[in-house]
């Protein structure tokens, strides 16, 4: 019988984190932890409140687990099997099962990418974020983080300050890659037009990607605005697991997969295999997390045309040391 625990995490913040609907100065996350034969695994859940997810109610969540029997699943089918009869929340059930599968490639000898059956992680470049903040703000934030370093840069908008927050982002750093991420900000095609018909022109603008700019409800409006905003758009709060992939290929140009959002390794595997069956490019994102969560998410970087896995970042006092970033590149150990 295997031996689950969970922990709480409480992860003060190196700034405020502000997209378009929350901001934040510390984050809950939880630590799972399993052992049983001389062996042990631990995983990481962010709880997203996008989902209805919290700390607390992951923690209940668990101890229904604990209490249902989850210490006699000693096999991935009986864990897969009693995770889909329960349904837990995804960001929990992420922790479970990477802490299941981290146990389960030591016990077996192996790295968790053999165990998983893909390539090993290379290099692995990753996006940096800027969160919303007022303009005036921009080049002191970019100094003191020294967010040039990284190949990429995620700018986190809303609606209203779009333009001007993305003007002196280019102003400051013209030419620089950058990630323009709305967060489902505005609220149908004829608005992001207007407001992308005024980003477009900006000098030094070097979109490589859109991600998520209209809620997931707005299907036809992507459609409609499929091909027509000069750079790719992704997919991210589109992309549930009743997703149709069909579908989102004829909305989106790429999708970002979140393990946490996608619910733990197996189904994240899924939603990389169906977003490049139907010709997709695949981004590999995250939420704010320590080293344990983002050494999870590097396991599967082999597969990512693109990262975004800078939550270790923008966390101040990073109990792991698993993941640290040199030169904007992530380097496990």
């Excluded at 004829?190 to 299907?219: F, H, K, M």
């Excluded at 409609?224 to 140009?253: H, Y």
Aim: glycine letters at 10%; aromatic letters at 6%.
């Amino acid at each position: 019988m295997l031996t689950w625990t969970l922990t709480p995490l409480q992860l003060p913040l190196r700034y405020t984190w502000k997209i378009s609907r929350n901001s934040s100065t510390f984050k809950t996350n939880l630590l799972l932890e399993v052992a049983g034969g001389g062996w042990q695994g631990r995983g990481e859940a962010a709880p997203n409140i996008r989902y209805g997810e919290t700390p607390e109610g992951l923690q209940q969540e668990f101890a229904q687990l604990q209490a249902a029997g989850l210490g006699q699943c000693e096999t991935m089918d009986e864990l897969t099997a009693f995770l889909q009869h329960h349904q837990p929340a995804h960001a929990l059930r992420f922790a479970l099962e990477s802490a299941f599968v981290h146990r389960e490639a030591a016990r077996r000898g192996q790295t968790v990418p053999q165990w998983l059956g893909v390539p090993a992680p290379a290099a692995v470049g990753t996006a940096a974020t800027l969160p919303i903040i007022e303009p005036g703000e921009v080049a002191g934030f970019l100094e003191a983080q020294q967010l040039s370093r990284f190949p990429l840069l995620k700018v986190k908008v809303n609606r209203e300050g779009a333009v001007d927050l993305l003007r002196e982002v280019t102003r400051l750093l013209p030419g620089h890659p950058l990630i323009v991420d709305g967060n489902e900000a505005w609220t149908d095609a004829d608005s992001l037009r207007r407001s992308w018909e005024q980003i477009l022109p900006l000098p030094g603008l070097n979109v490589r990607l859109l991600e998520q700019p209209l809620p997931a409800t707005c299907a036809a409006d992507y459609r409609a605005l499929k091909g027509q905003l000069q750079c790719p758009v992704f997919a991210d709060e589109s992309v549930t697991d009743e997703a149709d992939f069909a579908d989102i290929a004829r909305q989106f140009d790429g999708v970002n997969m979140k393990l946490m959002k996608a619910g733990g390794y197996l189904n994240g595997l899924r939603i990389l295999r169906e977003t490049r069956a139907h010709g997709l490019q695949t981004m590999l994102g995250c939420m704010v997390e320590t080293s344990l969560g983002i050494w999870s998410a590097v396991q599967l970087s082999a597969l990512a045309d693109v990262c975004d896995l800078d939550g270790i970042i923008i966390v101040r006092d990073e109990p792991f040391g698993l993941v640290h970033e040199r030169d904007g590149m992530l380097v496990a150990g």
